[in-house]
């Protein structure tokens, strides 16, 4: 059974930082195609923030660029988003998900989401 555990959310006033954290077990790091940030605020839809694929590309929303950075660790299988110069806009509950291929089947799965909130 695949779990995802985030971690990191908190209170932070803007400018601040945070780092999001998200574990993953009961899947190999070998099937993993892609490692995702999302991100909802209130009444909004839920966004793409960051991604980060087995070969370690990333791409990150306009909004974030040159502030938020994805990385991962594949010995901890887990995957990181170091958030700078935070701002009010990015208060929001930030969930991880994972692409994954077995025996030729794509999964994904989900987080259960960690809050974040930038005071101004």
């Known amino acids: 059974q695949v779990q995802l555990v985030e971690s990191g959310g908190g209170l932070v006033q803007a400018g601040g930082s945070l780092r999001l954290s998200c574990a993953v077990s009961?899947?190999?790091?070998?099937?993993?195609?892609?490692m995702i940030w999302y991100r909802q605020a209130p009444g909004k839809q839920r966004e793409l923030v960051a991604t980060?694929?087995?070969?370690?590309?990333?791409g990150y929303a306009d909004s974030v660029k040159g502030r938020f950075t994805i990385s991962r660790d594949n010995a901890k299988n887990t995957v990181y988003l170091q958030m700078n110069s935070l701002k009010p806009e990015d208060t929001a509950v930030y969930y991880c998900?994972?692409?994954?291929?077995?025996?030729?089947?794509?999964?994904?799965?989900w987080g259960q989401g960690t809050q974040v909130t930038v005071s101004s």
């Open positions: 980060i694929t087995s070969g370690g590309n990333t």
């Open positions: 009961g899947t190999s790091i070998f099937s993993i195609n892609a």
């Open positions: 998900k994972v692409l994954t291929t077995t025996r030729g089947i794509e999964h994904n799965y």
